[in-house]
């Protein structure tokens, strides 16, 4: 008992401190975000006004720039000295300044060496004596010398330079040079900085004549095109607050970081305000992220010591007290350790082996192989790849369990490694995968291998008194002709793979340099159909479904067409498998529910009846976890009434995962949606799943339909399914019915719900609204 209370006491100050430091942690992480971001914002504006400043100063330099090449122009001193402005046209080299640089808005005055006006570019007075109402023009003719300066006039703040023109060292006149801040103000724009030029009030009296008219109070806004959002910005802090505050400021609510650069004349006097906008989501706080990051895992490493060390005090001196009462737990923990020990060795052989059928793994198989490369090409020899894919293992992994398939897995690995020597390799790639490595085999040693395996599957493999059936479709690729990489090997191996499963299956190919035209191909069509979603190439069709006793519409079957723009039309068998493949048939399902559910709408807009709209769900669909959240969000926006739709599964589906896929079609049911199994009898679904399942009808699959009524096998199988969904009372219907002696067997044995082209073929839109019209 004292032991407890000596624990106690050494818990209790641990624990506070360790609390202690959390808290203060945290807070200091907040504070030091906080000033990073201060000095963030304050690093960009800092930036703001220094690309500001530079652009201002680029422009002055070339105002001035432009002044001094008019000055040293011939016709221009030809014109003041011949007292004739016939050949002065400054307006097309304004234009072409505007078009070419970044002088856009640009005039030009030339005065006389009297300081008269001579010429402007922007108006047809002159003559007037410039001197009686500008200090400027008269300090040039006194002291003839470049100049160049921002102040108002009368219609703008703007640039201005003024340059003397001589004559053989005789002062003539001047030319001057004008230009507003809008190019400043664009450029600026193009580097993400939007900015507000205001003028200082106390000028508010020299524009007599402004050129926009607008003012936010007595500040005169000298941009031409205005964003109206930042004027109501500075209007909701007040114009004085912004040009007077010291920093920045953060508009929190429109999402703004605001400058403001102040421009003074020559007497330092506040001449005007750059009001500089930036976006805060154009902000990258990347480096703060990751600051903030470090922070929070010091704060959590410093407290998971301090936990640590509560947690050793606590454990020693609990162990003590504990082996002080029970001495024989003592070795319950030893046992516990070796078991540990044991678990750990046994953890790193799973690292290189796989774990049901104890051959090595794919990264040992790609380390054996890499090794065997080098090797062979220091000997000069051959290494020969065989890439193993089991057959139909889906289809019992589906039918019989992932017991049962993983079981089959180990007998048939056990069966491959009688075949290989100590010398080569056989792993486990993946999933029904298989490889061997043969080290210097030749083409005869290789065959052999080939057909001893292929023989050896023939026999049935019995596994829980099931005796099961499968093959391998093998792909070879040989060191060095097929490739000099292990990645290019076993791609090729794997390439060559499928072109035998695609021949067929149960049989071998060697790789060849086609097949990889045929990957090529593969990812042709997968950028293909990438492209037929974006740019919307595909088309619904629709096939009636007619209730026989009374030649009337009772549904449609939504099918989709891909109108290849190159290919024309193209049926959904080529490109179904490969989106389900590829996974892009989730996207394609989306389309045609939209699609479709928007048909039915317009029909039923305009009187059309149309009966239930039957779409088919892939598995995909079925088993992504947000499906049934989309369907929902899809219902409501469409406002389509669910009484109309109707989803169609497969046979196979229900089989390949029962537990989930009962509890998505319950899910389904709730929202009001009929659900009806596709394909049915083509299964290996036993009637207890049957019953199990939310669905409320079976559709006869088109194999049992085609040679009836002259085939007693199928007529056996279509009774039965009759009679199994009138006991379970399911609605029923057949698919591929194609002539009258079909009508006529299944509407006498109770099935009076057809689909097919006895009646129609699938429909594009316009010629299914006709169908439905006649059939009204």
């Known amino acids: 008992m004292a032991k407890i209370k000596q624990l106690s006491s050494l818990q209790q100050p641990l624990i506070f401190v360790s609390v202690v430091w959390l808290i203060l942690g945290f807070l200091f992480v907040n504070y030091k975000v906080d000033d990073l971001r201060y000095e963030k914002y304050k690093d960009i504006s800092t930036d703001m006004q220094n690309r500001l400043k530079g652009l201002i100063k680029e422009k002055q330099e070339a105002t001035l720039v432009v002044s001094f090449a008019i000055a040293n122009n011939q016709t221009i001193r030809d014109a003041l000295l011949n007292n004739s402005i016939s050949g002065l046209n400054l307006d097309k080299f304004s234009d072409e300044l505007s078009k070419y640089t970044s002088l856009q808005n640009s005039w030009f005055q030339l005065s006389t060496h009297e300081g008269k006006s001579f010429y402007r570019s922007w108006t047809d007075k002159r003559g007037d004596d410039l001197t009686a109402i500008r200090k400027d023009i008269v300090e040039m003719v006194n002291n003839p010398a470049p100049t160049s300066s921002i102040s108002p006039g009368l219609f703008n703040l703007t640039f201005k330079a003024m340059v003397p023109i001589f004559e053989d060292g005789r002062f003539i006149g001047t030319i001057e040079t004008i230009s507003d801040f809008n190019s400043v103000a664009k450029m600026m724009t193009q580097e993400g900085y939007e900015t507000l030029l205001l003028v200082d009030k106390s000028y508010k009296k020299l524009l007599l004549d402004p050129s926009s008219k607008n003012y936010i109070g007595d500040y005169y806004l000298a941009n031409s095109d205005i964003n109206n959002q ?38 330092d006097k506040e001449l005007a305000y750059f009001v500089i906008f930036k976006d805060l989501k154009d902000i990258d706080f990347s480096d703060i992220t990751r600051t903030t990051q470090s922070l929070i895992l010091f704060i959590l490493s410093i407290f998971l010591f301090l936990i640590g060390i509560y947690y050793f005090f606590y454990t020693k001196k609990q162990k003590e007290y504990i082996q002080e009462m029970n001495i024989h737990l003592e070795k319950k923990v030893q046992t516990r350790n070796q078991a540990l020990i044991k678990q750990s060795k046994k953890l790193e052989h799973v690292s290189q082996y796989d774990s049901l059928t104890k051959l090595p793994n794919r990264a040992l198989l790609i380390n054996k192989l890499k090794r065997s490369i080098e090797k062979a090409r220091g000997n000069k020899q051959s290494i020969t790849i065989l890439f193993l ?148 190439e595909f088309e619904a069709y629709f096939q009636p479904k007619i209730d026989a006793t009374t030649q009337k519409v009772i549904g449609l079957e939504a099918l989709i067409r891909w109108r290849h723009p190159e290919l024309g039309l193209i049926a959904p068998a080529k490109f179904i498998p490969f989106a389900e493949d590829i996974g892009l048939i989730i996207e394609i399902d989306k389309w045609m529910m939209r699609v479709a559910t928007a048909y039915i709408l317009e029909c039923k807009k305009e009187n059309i009846t149309t009966g239930k709209l039957s ?162």
């Open 230 to 267: 930042h004027v109501e910005i500075i209007k909701n802090i007040t114009v004085e607050h912004v040009v007077n505050w010291a920093s920045f400021y953060i508009d929190e609510e429109q999402e703004h970081l605001i400058s403001t650069y102040h421009l003074h004349d020559k007497l």
């Open 615 to 776: 779409i088919n769900a892939s598995a995909k669909q079925i088993e992504d976890k947000g499906y049934i959240d989309d369907l929902k969000s899809f219902i409501n926006e469409s406002g389509v009434d669910t009484k109309d739709l109707e989803i169609e599964i497969t046979e196979g589906l229900i089989m390949k995962n029962t537990a989930q896929v009962i509890s998505v079609l319950k899910s389904i049911k709730d929202l009001g949606i009929s659900i009806s199994i596709d394909d049915f009898g083509t299964g290996y679904s036993s009637l207890s799943y049957i019953k199990r399942l939310p669905i409320d009808k079976l559709k006869i699959d088109r194999s049992f339909i085609k040679d009836i009524p002259e085939d007693k096998e199928d007529i056996a199988i279509v009774r039965t399914i009759i009679a199994l969904a009138n006991n379970l009372s399911l609605e029923l219907i057949a698919e591929g019915v194609e002539t009258q002696e079909q009508v006529d067997f299944l509407v006498r044995e109770g099935c009076v719900n057809i689909q097919g082209y006895f009646y129609s073929k699938p429909l594009c839109a316009n010629e299914c609204k006709d169908f439905l019209i006649s059939h009204m």
């Open 389 to 536: 894919d089991l057959d139909r293992f889906k289809e019992i992994n589906d039918t019989y369990s992932h017991e049962v398939g993983d079981t089959l897995l180990k007998k048939i690995a056990d069966k491959l490694k009688t075949f290989i020597d100590e010398s080569d390799t056989i792993a486990r790639f993946g999933g029904d995968e298989f490889t061997i490595i043969l080290n210097n085999a030749n083409d005869t040693q290789t065959m052999e291998l080939v057909a001893n395996i292929t023989d050896a599957m023939h026999d049935a493999i019995s596994v829980d008194n099931l005796r099961l059936h499968t093959t391998f479709s093998i792909g070879i690729s040989t060191f060095p002709q097929d490739g000099e990489s292990a990645e290019i090997l076993l791609r090729n191996a794997d390439t060559a793979m499928y072109g035998a499963k695609s021949s067929g299956k149960n049989r071998y190919q060697f790789y060849n340099a086609k097949m990889t035209e045929l990957a090529f191909e593969r990812v042709l069509l997968e950028s293909n159909l990438r492209k037929a979603i974006k740019e919307n």
